[in-house]
């Protein structure tokens, strides 16, 4: 039915269409915007970025609606998000702090706007995955280069970044915090865990090619990268790392076990030893590390019990609708619950957020739309004989799957940095998921 208003639309429209020159090249605008969104978002603050999100959004819907063909079909997954939004529109509905919780509402319209703009243009432009995957691993890579110089710089923390009341001197860390906005080594932490898996996919595109001086160029930028996500000091992206290394020794598997066994248990080998060399080594890295397993002798991992706790009185208390979405209303309310001396801008666990915020049908739904997207993405990867589309669903897949387990303890998965980049690879397994119910 929806399709048959759009056709009626696109009826309407054709004469602007067969005469306008801006509107039949309008994917290379929408191209341009998708690229200057990452762009952006490692030097301009979160409004900025989103004023060319919603841009790249307004564009797709003028295309559907001028373009004479155009259709919108959900995968099972839209369906799941679909559902979600509508819970989320309830929630606002219902919130005591309609206000606050609009902003918040106006942010996942973007964000979801973005990300159905996305998947549609790549369902048509599948070569421009590439393109798109390489300016994200550029863009993770010049901050990277930027944290490894911080380090050198030995940078001054601009807030309370650890708990050094039981470190030596040698053991507190420098920890870098690029240029995203607002300065924050966790959120690099997570930009990194939400990036990285593209700059690996880029390396391996490469060397598929046997494009050699690209190969080494960019297997320079991963290794700099990964390192300086250590750098960081975000315990949250450590554990997002392990996830992406061994992600990406699964996929790995599939080409190398059969014919390269010796090979691929070498670099494998490799790698584990060179984490572990790095984290004996390096007294502040160590000391970082051995800090996860402090529990609550370290303030940072009782800090946030408090608020799991906290938040957690909160979803009880608004279980079925939540509070309304954004976090300006979870810090109004959370003031209410809690402990003394322990204010907080977040749930530091994006599900308990989610639940917080929307209620428990939200965070089912957004669990039913993950889960049903990384389902789709991982049975083309196994069936799937196109080594390239194996290669970037991987990217996806791994990276969705590690921003999932670092969000477990962190809520930087909600700043735009993060979000674009997630959207951006949900929308490549739902694009490559479409053309291949096509085929």
């Known amino acids: 039915m929806f399709n048959n208003f759009i056709n009626f639309i696109q009826n309407k429209t054709q004469f602007i269409y067969n005469n306008s020159l801006i509107i039949q090249n309008i994917d290379k605008f929408i191209y341009l915007l998708i690229i200057a969104v990452f762009i952006a978002s490692t030097i301009f603050p979160s409004d900025y970025i989103g004023l060319i ?5 307004m564009l797709t819907i003028i295309k559907i609606l001028f373009k004479k063909g155009e259709k919108l079909e959900l995968t099972k997954a839209e369906i799941w998000l679909v ?30 706007s973005y990300y159905f703009s996305v998947a549609h243009f790549l369902k048509c432009n599948k070569d421009k995955i590439l393109p798109i995957l390489i300016t994200i691993g550029l863009c993770v890579s010049f901050e990277g280069i930027i944290g490894f110089l911080q380090n050198f710089a030995h ?44 700059l690996y996919a880029v390396l391996a595109n490469f060397l598929v090619e046997k494009k050699s001086k690209l190969a080494i160029i960019f297997g320079s930028l991963a290794l700099v990268s990964s390192i300086a996500l250590f750098l960081t000091g975000c315990r949250g992206s450590y554990i997002g790392m392990l996830v992406i290394l061994g992600g990406t020794f699964l996929v790995s598997a599939k080409y190398l076990w059969q014919n390269y066994k010796a090979v691929y248990i070498a670099i494998v080998g490799g790698c584990i030893a060179l984490i572990t060399s790095a984290i004996l080594l390096s007294t502040s890295l160590r000391a970082r590390v051995l800090s996860m397993f402090a529990m609550r002798q370290d303030s940072s991992n009782s800090f ?30 959370y003031g209410l619950y809690m402990r003394t001396g322990f204010d907080a801008l977040s749930a530091y666990n994006i599900f308990l957020e989610i639940a917080v915020e929307s209620g428990i049908f939200a965070l089912l739904a957004f669990l039913g739309f993950i889960i049903s997207t990384l389902h789709d993405g991982i049975k083309i990867i196994l069936k799937s004989a196109d080594t390239k589309e194996v290669i970037f669903l991987s990217a996806a897949v791994i990276s969705i799957c590690a921003l999932m387990i670092h969000g477990l303890v962190d809520t930087v998965f909600f700043r735009p940095q993060l979000q674009f980049i997630f959207w951006t690879m949900v929308a490549v397994i739902s694009a490559v998921n479409k053309e291949n119910h096509h085929g």
Request: charged share 15%; no cysteine; hydrophobic share 45%.
């Open 304 to 333: 946030r019990f408090n608020v799991y706790h906290s938040s957690f009185n909160m979803f009880k208390d608004n279980w079925l609708l939540g509070i309304g979405v954004g976090n300006r209303n979870f810090r109004e309310t």
């Open 53 to 57: 999100a919603v841009l790249v959004a």
């Open 83 to 112: 559902a979600y939004f509508m819970i989320v529109i309830i929630s606002l509905a219902g919130s005591t702090l309609f206000s606050l919780s609009l902003k918040g509402f106006i942010k996942t319209i973007i964000y979801i």
């Open 155 to 198: 940078v001054e923390e601009i807030s309370t970044w650890q708990d050094v009341s039981n470190l030596n001197p040698e053991e507190i860390m420098t920890r870098v915090y690029g240029t995203l906005k607002p300065y924050n080594p966790n959120l690099l932490g997570g930009y990194f865990v939400a990036g990285l898996p593209a």
